[in-house]
């Protein structure tokens, strides 16, 4: 009786992962104010369940250091804490989320920023018939992520993270990015977690999370 169980469960477990894999991609749009860690808990779950790692900041900083005029227009905006124009990114995202059809699904990190990069993700997604499976939103209070930064800062010199920047950033994250927030809770797809506390734990709240779409 329990060898038909155990056997019963390891034959649904694999049907759903199947199914699952043939199926859906797995696109997670990792979000959150600047400092909240979405690029250190990319790295994890880029690892973890082998995705694309799409970070729209890393991918303008490239320009930037290549001195493109796409970089220099990047800058701009980037320098004073600013987005860059939805146009601009979105045009960077349809074009690779066209090249890279057919994978094990994206990690979404620092993109949609606003409602109309939200919109515009949903629509190149659906073309594929792929959608988003779940936003994982990491929640720090407003003294950590400016702590965070401005430490940030002295390491890795990125020349966003100084106050005024960092001050500036946080107001664009609350007027323009945070109302996204509502929108992926309307869609089912909003998952609140604490994002303070070791890196690790807060790795396993998010696989807890994204673990449980497969049940
Ligand atoms: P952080 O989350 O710490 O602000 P990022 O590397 O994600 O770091 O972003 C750095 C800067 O790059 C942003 O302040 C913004 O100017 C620009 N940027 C990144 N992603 C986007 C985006 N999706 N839309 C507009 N601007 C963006």
Do not use: W
């Amino acid at each position: 009786m329990l060898t038909l169980k155990m056997d019963e469960k390891v034959y649904l477990c694999i049907g759903k992962i199947f199914f699952y894999k043939i199926i859906n991609m797995l696109n997670l749009i990792i979000f959150g104010a600047p400092g909240s860690g979405k690029g250190t808990q990319s790295a994890f779950l880029t690892e973890k369940y082998n995705l694309k790692h799409v970070s729209t900041g890393d991918i303008l900083r490239a320009e930037i250091s290549e001195g493109t005029e796409l970089g220099k227009l990047a800058e701009s905006y980037m320098s004073e804490g600013k987005l860059v124009p939805d146009e601009v990114v979105i045009g960077i995202l349809n074009e690779l989320i066209k090249k890279n059809k057919g994978g094990n699904g994206f990690i979404f990190d620092g993109f949609p920023r606003t409602l109309a990069q939200g919109e515009a993700l949903d629509e190149m997604l659906k073309k594929n018939d792929e959608e988003i499976s779940v936003v994982v939103s990491l929640e720090v209070d407003d003294n950590e992520l400016i702590d965070r930064l401005l430490k940030r800062g002295q390491i890795s010199g990125r020349s966003d993270d100084n106050r005024e920047t960092i001050e500036n950033r946080l107001k664009v994250y609350y007027d323009q990015t945070s109302p996204l927030k509502e929108f992926y809770r309307k869609q089912g797809k909003l998952n609140e977690i604490m994002g303070v506390g070791s890196i690790e734990s807060i790795s396993s709240s998010i696989q807890a999370g994204i673990d449980k779409l497969n049940d």
